[in-house]
């Protein structure tokens, strides 16, 4: 079972852009969500995921190490849900072996903490951009907004840092636009 990203305190990127169009991958059969495009996108894939694995990873290259506590962390939070309750949630199934009611519980803490960093990423954002848009600030405002919003869930709480936008592409192969408002 994977653990999600949000419990080893990987950030969720740009949730306050969250949409759902439709979008299928041809030749793969799946249909996915257009804001999992790209890097997203080819991880459905496993010939595709090998090949992106491949270009950007080097064979001997070392990565970055997961926190030396995060394997306790992860059992630490299944057996909290699997022998306490979540909120207002009981399981009542708590044993180790096909249990639904685990897995249930799991996706619904996915969801309301998916939830809580959408809506405070969106929030935060004084702007309005792409499938963000805010009554109470109607503009775009690159100046104090061009950046990408980082959303942590830790000690039940969300805290939201932020990291630059890179204005080129790594190599000349690409011609770089820069960006400009969408107009309809």
Not at 2 to 21: G, I, N, R, W, Y
Not at 62 to 77: F, H, R, S
Not at 154 to 168: I, S
């Amino acid at each position: 079972m994977a653990t999600p990203s949000f419990h080893v305190l990987v950030p969720q990127q740009d949730c306050e852009f969250m949409q759902f169009h439709p979008l299928g991958i041809y030749g793969a059969g799946y249909l996915i969500t257009e804001g999992s495009r790209g890097e997203g996108g080819i991880l459905r894939n496993n010939e595709a995921c090998a090949n992106r694995v491949a270009q950007i990873h080097k064979p001997g290259e070392k990565q970055k190490p997961l926190e030396n506590d995060v394997g306790e962390m992860t059992i630490a939070w299944l057996d909290k849900l699997r022998q306490e309750s979540f909120h207002d949630v009981k399981l009542q199934d708590r044993s180790l072996i096909w249990n639904s009611d685990l897995i249930e519980t799991l996706e619904l803490e996915n969801l309301l903490i998916n939830a809580c960093i959408t809506m405070h990423s969106a929030e935060a954002r004084k702007e309005s951009r792409g499938a963000h848009a805010r009554k109470d600030f109607t503009t775009r405002d690159d100046v104090n907004w061009m950046k990408y919003t980082l959303g942590y869930w830790e000690n039940e709480k969300v805290r939201l840092d932020y990291r630059p936008v890179h204005m080129n592409t790594l190599d000349d192969e690409i011609q770089t636009f820069p960006p400009k408002a969408r107009v309809y």
